[in-house]
């Protein structure tokens, strides 16, 4: 590593390594989505797989993040804010796979309540990827689409209330704990999105002084 390296680090490489953590997030998502629209036990095991792989492939981006954040000195952005961002991406990741997981061990029926948190995931992580696209060029347009992913996780958790409301109806109430697990992940994954944006407005907020 030469010494430019560690002075004077490229500023696009902080927001290209954190844009590579947020493909996996979307790959995920995406997955997920087709996940709980899908009709045949093979292509829901297949979809499962890459899940799991994808997965590793975002510990994988998270931790090139963290090596370089360890061998820089100087960063564009706050050191706590990058690390606080890249671990919300990760969580999302982490979430998103588990929720996959549970519905197949679980044995969960996917209901009108999954289909609506995932499809509302789904454009929490547009946003969210698209703010972060922003985030090096436009301050502004990035901070609009962190409030957008806001806006989702908002909309995540009346779906989330009502879905916990109708589980009440249940007869079993061992399947009950155990949808209600796989709702939890979807809330929780809706929740880091949320605390992604939230570091996003505070970036946005520090480069503006």
């Known amino acids: 590593m030469s010494w430019k390296d560690i002075f004077v680090p490229t500023q696009q490489v902080f927001y290209g390594l954190l844009c590579d953590q947020m493909t996996v997030a979307e790959e995920i998502t995406a997955l997920l989505e087709r996940y709980v629209l899908a009709d045949d036990a093979a292509e829901r095991s297949a979809i499962a797989e890459r899940a799991s792989d994808c997965e590793h492939e975002g510990d994988r981006r998270r931790l090139a993040l963290m090596e370089k954040l360890q061998g820089t000195f ?3 952005i706050d050191r706590e804010d990058l690390n606080d961002l890249s671990r919300a991406i990760d969580d999302i990741v982490d979430y998103n796979e588990n929720t996959i997981k549970e519905i197949a061990i679980y044995e969960i029926r996917i209901d009108d309540p999954i289909r609506d948190m995932v499809a509302t995931m789904r454009q929490a992580v547009d946003h969210l990827a698209t703010a972060i696209q922003l985030l090096s060029r436009d301050l502004k347009a990035a901070n609009q689409s962190a409030l957008k992913t806001k806006s989702m ?4 958790e ?3 209330r009502h879905a916990i409301a109708d589980l009440t ?3 079993d109430i061992h399947y009950l704990i155990k949808a209600r697990e796989v709702y939890r992940h979807l809330s929780n994954a809706a929740d880091r999105a949320d605390g992604a944006a939230n570091v996003i407005n505070s970036i946005v907020v ?3 002084h």
């Open 74 to 76: 100087v960063t564009p």
């Open 153 to 156: 996780e908002n909309k995540m």
């Open 158 to 160: 009346g779906i989330y």
């Open 169 to 171: 109806h249940e007869p």
């Open 206 to 208: 520090k480069q503006n």
